[in-house]
């Protein structure tokens, strides 16, 4: 059952605003902000999607991996970005869900692509839990 990671306080509706404001300060502080509660407790296995902001996942979804209890579960990132690409936050996802496993990510460019059904059924074939 999807669930979103939401932060306590919203991000500026404009685009600018969030990325070279907000978002661009957390990053360089390395602010983890406050999420509405998200229970994983009854999940195994989570796809845990994100944009890239800022080489690496947008910070509610670090508070995410940071404050819930992924010992025994399974990671399946799903990534967008602008054109840089999925970055390493597999592995940063790794770095703050202790316990977790997390398993290789599908990377999709933000604007679509005429092939991105055709690569997630791929992906989805390639996982083995
Ligand atoms: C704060 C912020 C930082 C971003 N940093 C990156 C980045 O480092 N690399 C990149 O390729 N795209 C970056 N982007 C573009 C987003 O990854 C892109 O808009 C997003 O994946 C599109 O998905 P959405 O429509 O769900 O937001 C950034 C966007 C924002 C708002």
């Known amino acids: 059952m999807p669930k979103r990671i939401e932060p306590v306080t919203?991000?500026?509706a404009d685009y600018n605003e969030t990325a070279y404001g907000i978002a661009k300060e957390q990053k360089e502080k390395n602010i983890h902000p406050?999420?509405?509660n998200t229970d994983i407790s009854s999940?195994?296995?989570i796809f845990?999607?994100?944009?890239a902001w800022w080489y690496t996942m947008a910070p509610p979804v670090m508070t995410?991996?940071?404050e819930n209890n992924?010992?025994?579960k399974t990671i399946v990132p799903f990534i967008t970005h602008g054109g840089g690409g999925g970055y390493t936050i597999d592995?940063?996802?790794a770095k703050l869900a202790k316990g977790a496993k997390v398993l290789k990510p599908i990377v999709?460019?933000?604007r679509g692509g005429s092939n991105t059904d055709n690569d997630i059924k791929e992906w989805l074939k390639g996982l083995s839990f």
């Open 43 to 45: 999940y195994d296995v």
């Open 70 to 72: 992924f010992e025994g």
């Open 108 to 110: 999709i460019s933000g």
């Open 10 to 12: 919203p991000y500026p």
């Open 91 to 93: 592995k940063d996802m």
């Open 48 to 51: 845990v999607g994100t944009p």
């Open 64 to 66: 995410f991996l940071d």
């Open 34 to 36: 406050p999420i509405k």
